[in-house]
Antibody, heavy 112, light 107 residues
Framework: QEQLVESGGGVVQPGRSLRLSCAAS????????MHWVRRAPGKGLEWVAV????????YYADSVEGRFTISRDNSKNTVYLQMNSLRVEDTAVYYC??????WGQGTLVTVS | DIQMTQSPSSLSASVGDRVTITCRAS??????LGWFQEKPGKAPKRLIY???SLQSGVPSRFSGSGSGTEFTLTISSLQPEDFATYYC?????????FGGGTKVEIK
């Protein structure tokens, strides 16, 4: 059964860092590009970042460019989101997803 | 960046109604568009990909159309479980961008 399980969310002060993890199982992780999408309270969905299946390319939303870094470890079937210089407006539920056809349940990040 | 303008931002409808939601892209995106449904406390799920292809397992009352800059999601006969928020997403170029969302509420 396909699964994406995010972890690493929590409460953090502005300016600090946090690393999210997303563990995949039930499918050939190394064949898929992986995305992060977030949903801030009272706002709509926002695409955050993508990493190619082999880690060769990454792209970011303008709002996180230079502060967030997406990475992956195909030997561990895990994708990461390193979030630095966090801002109050980064408060959101963060979802990892496989090519938009399969989503994790999300992890809440609160910057306060 | 490609901007996605979604309308309306909210609507009230009754069970059995036909509902139409529109997304307009600021530049041509071919058919590189998906539609997503979000319910409170749950992860979003994709309904439509490639502008008009129905995701496996999604009821046939959902349909998508359009190409280039104008896209439509239609629910042919609204069901109680369809009350949710709907988003379009363009994946023609990075950064990917969602529409602002349409909240479908019970009249």
């Amino acid at each position: 059964q396909e699964q994406l399980v995010e972890s690493g969310g929590g409460v953090v002060q502005p300016g600090r860092s946090l690393r999210l993890s997303c563990a995949a199982s039930g499918f050939m992780f190394s064949r898929y590009g992986m995305h992060w999408v977030r949903r801030a309270p009272g706002k709509g969905l926002e695409w955050v970042a993508v990493i190619w299946y082999d880690g060769s390319e990454e792209y970011y939303a303008d709002s996180v460019e230079g502060r967030f870094t997406i990475s992956r470890d195909n030997s561990k079937n895990t994708v990461y989101l390193q979030m630095n210089s966090l801002r109050v407006e980064d408060t959101a539920v963060y979802y990892c997803l496989r090519r938009f056809d399969f989503w994790g349940q999300g992890t809440l990040v609160t910057v306060s | 960046d490609i901007q996605m303008t979604q309308s309306p931002s909210s609507l009230s409808a009754s069970v059995g109604d036909r509902v139409t939601i529109t997304c307009r892209a600021s530049q041509g995106i071919g058919n590189d568009l998906g539609w997503f449904q979000e319910k409170p406390g749950k992860a979003p799920k994709r309904l439509i990909y490639g502008a008009s292809s129905l995701q496996s397992g999604v009821p046939s009352r959902f349909s998508g159309s359009g190409s280039g800059t104008e896209f439509t999601l239609t629910i042919s006969s609204l069901q109680p479980e369809d009350f949710a928020t709907y988003y379009c997403l363009q994946h023609k170029s990075f950064p990917l961008t969602f529409g602002g969302g349409t909240k479908v509420e019970i009249k």
